[in-house]
């Protein structure tokens, strides 16, 4: 086939683009300028020059070509814009999510011509046809699986999206980088959003929602015991970084009106819940689920939860968890299973 293959820098992808080459598919490799380096040049040099110098070296060790894609703009109007409102309303928001629908299986489909059968990611998930649908399916690496990230994919992108690690655990694809000798066999997993590179998120808030001091209240007593420098720092069931003695405390609530951070270390019940609702529902088979005994991920990792899920109107749903969980917040991600299939995700309104 003829292969698009989104080439990141890292192992992944890398090991991605090596395995479709010895497989005699016909490949380009595509980087894609996500990144914001104008407005944090203040930084010093550009942190993802090395993503680039290790994806140049890839593609030169089998003779693959590498094209660079800008896609700055869509990215700030799709993703960057989307993550800056949701934090400033006192949301959780997942860039990622949108990332994969919107920016890599959305505006580069555009950006590429319809000879290219398959567009490749080195994401840990399959896709499967049957009955006439494309299914998204898990990895067997259940702490690799980015199925959670893709939930928001349709049919369509579906039909063209080929992710060869999705039979592989992690481990064996770190022994294919070495078999490949590839130049970045030993660099280390990217960690955090993907257009901040190695920018912290907490500069990337900084620069654009400035500091905004306010007060960190006990959630029992209504008494201040410290300040921050802006609510938006801060998300729900976060325990590290208060900088609080008396400890350990967790943050319960924010009241992003008022600039208020609510902490607790004693009150499971309102650092805990089991039931909460969603909305803005995309089901990747295009149907409502028929069962209502399903399982849901709230968060990425290998942590699944059991769950029953009832739908209160046509555009919400109540979920109940069978175990309470003490990170539940209004914009997170809840990604529903049907066993091993991905069917979709919704976002967390209460």
Request: aromatic share 12%.
């Amino acid at each position: 086939m003829k292969i698009a293959v989104l080439l990141s820098g890292g192992v992944d992808s890398s090991v991605v683009l090596n395995l479709l080459k010895k497989d005699g598919h016909n490949i380009t490799a595509f980087y894609l300028k996500i990144w914001l380096q104008d407005e944090f040049s203040f930084l010093g040099d550009c942190p993802w020059e090395e993503d680039i110098k290790y994806a140049r070296g890839v593609c030169e060790q089998i003779g693959v070509p590498l094209k660079i894609i800008s896609l700055q703009n869509e990215y700030w109007d799709n993703v960057v814009s989307y993550t800056i409102s949701e934090i400033k309303e006192g949301r959780t928001p997942n860039p990622d999510i949108f990332c994969n629908s919107l920016i890599k299986f959305g505006q580069f489909y555009d950006k590429i011509d319809n000879s290219f059968e398959k567009v490749a990611t080195g994401h840990y998930a399959k896709v499967e046809f049957a009955d006439n649908k494309y299914l998204l399916k898990r990895s067997p690496d259940p702490v690799k699986d980015q199925t959670y990230f893709l939930a928001y994919l349709n049919q369509l992108q579906l039909s063209r999206a080929y992710f060869p690690l999705g039979d592989f655990n992690k481990n064996e694809v770190r022994k294919f980088a070495e078999e490949f000798n590839l130049p970045n066999k030993n660099r280390k997993d990217s960690q955090g959003i993907c257009f901040l590179g190695q920018v912290k998120f907490n500069e990337f808030i900084k620069q654009h929602l400035c500091e905004k001091k306010g007060d960190i209240i006990v959630s029992e007593t209504g008494e201040k015991i410290g300040e921050h420098e802006g609510y938006y720092y801060f998300t729900i069931g976060q325990r590290s970084g208060l900088k609080l003695g008396g400890g350990p405390w967790f943050v319960v609530k924010k009241d992003h009106e008022k600039n208020i951070v609510y902490i607790s270390k004693e009150n499971e019940s309102i650092r805990s819940r089991d039931i909460f609702q969603v909305g803005k529902f995309n089901w990747i088979n295009e149907v409502e689920p028929e069962k209502e005994n399903l399982q849901v991920k709230i968060r990425h990792g290998k942590r699944f939860f059991n769950c029953k899920l009832n739908f209160l109107s046509d555009t919400t749903a109540q979920v109940t968890l069978d175990k309470s969980d003490q990170g539940i917040a209004p914009g997170q991600f809840a990604v529903f299973y049907d066993e091993n299939v991905c069917l979709g995700g919704s976002v967390i309104l209460v």
